[in-house]
């Protein structure tokens, strides 16, 4: 996919593929577990922005079928990681309380 010289498409899909990883990182130096939830959340949205995304990217012929459902795939896995560190984060806050 380096090779799309459909400049806007190319840098939004990796604004948003960094994006991801930022919001990861901002929310586990938040302070609090409710902001670091929120912005896991922000980063699964993100990871929907990739994904739709990649929706287009073989019907504008940027990548083979092939390459989109790898790389959807991988969109799924991350945002179902992601889902899965918000149920701990939450189930942690309530299991703690007295």
Same mark, same amino acid.
């Given at each position: 996919?380096?090779?799309?010289?459909?400049?806007?498409?190319? #840098?939004?899909?990796?604004? $948003?593929?960094?994006?991801?990883?930022? *919001? &990861? !990182?901002? =929310? %586990? #130096?938040?302070?609090?577990? $409710?902001?670091?939830?929120?912005?896991? *959340? &922000? !980063?699964? =949205? %993100?990871?929907?922005?990739?994904?739709?995304?990649?929706?287009?990217?073989?019907?504008?012929?940027?990548?083979?079928?092939?390459?989109?459902?790898?790389?959807?795939?991988?969109?799924?896995?991350?945002?179902?990681?992601?889902?899965?560190?918000?149920?701990?984060?939450?189930?942690?806050?309530?299991?703690?309380?007295?």
């Amino acid at each position: 996919m380096r090779d799309i010289k459909d400049y806007g498409f190319r #840098d939004q899909i990796q604004r $948003a593929s960094v994006s991801i990883m930022n *919001n &990861i !990182a901002e =929310g %586990s #130096d938040a302070g609090s577990e $409710a902001t670091n939830i929120r912005f896991l *959340n &922000i !980063a699964k =949205g %993100s990871c929907s922005e990739v994904r739709s995304m990649l929706h287009l990217c073989h019907d504008l012929g940027y990548c083979t079928i092939e390459q989109q459902e790898k790389l959807i795939g991988s969109t799924r896995k991350i945002s179902a990681s992601i889902n899965n560190l918000i149920k701990y984060i939450s189930n942690k806050n309530t299991t703690n309380k007295p």
